[in-house]
Every structure is written in C-alpha cells, then in structure tokens.
C-alpha cells in the first residue's frame, strides 16, 4: 500500500514537471481539452445514473401492474344518495353581520324647514 502511495505521488511530481515545462499556449490547450475531459466524462456518467434509475422505476411499475391483475378486484362501496334539503328545518335568522342604516330623508321634506 505504502509503495503504491509513493508510486502515484513521483507519478504526480513527473507529470507536474512536465506541464511545468510546456509554453503557455500549450498549458491553456492542455488545461481545457482536461476540463472538456472531465465535463463528458461526468455527462456520461450522469447520463447512465439516470438511464439506470428510468429503466428500475419502469421495472417497478411492470411489478405493480402484474400484482394488479392477480389481485382479485374489489366491489367498489355504493355511493350515498344525497340528502333532501326539505327534510333540514331552516331558522330565520340572518346570516348577514352588516347593520342596516336608517333611510335617508329626502331633500324636499326639508326645504320647507329652511329659512332663505
């Protein structure tokens, strides 16, 4: 294990080495054919995680169907009829909580009050 972990690591300082000795133009093609690298590698990936989990879901659902058809089918329970309003006692109150106002007078009934 111990020459495993040193093996990567003068792995590691060769290949540092080496980018360190490139020109810049080189460094930068390098640095983004990795990050393209890296970006359709983890498209990949994510792209087979969610294929796997469609096709389990899908498998699921064929379970479920075929567990509906051996189970026998249950009678649906009647449905209530509704209820007669007739039969139900009203009460007269008022469902309004407003108070009502008094009616206005008229204009007329209080000229002749007037004094001009």
């Given at each position: ?96 909580s407003k108070r009502k106002t008094p009616p206005k007078k008229d204009d007329a009934s ?7």
């Open positions: 294990m111990a020459e495993q972990t040193e093996k990567e690591g003068q792995r590691y300082r060769s290949l540092r080495n080496e980018f360190d000795g490139l020109q810049l133009e080189e460094k930068a093609v390098f640095l983004i054919e990795s990050g393209l690298s890296l970006l359709v590698h983890s498209v990949e990936s994510l792209t087979h995680f969610v294929r796997d989990e469609i096709n389990k879901m899908a498998d699921g659902d064929k379970e479920n169907a075929e567990e509906k058809k051996e189970e026998p089918k249950k009678k649906a329970a009647p449905k209530r009829k509704p209820r007669s309003t007739a039969s139900r006692k009203t009460t007269s109150r008022s469902t309004s209080n000229e002749g009050d007037s004094k001009t």
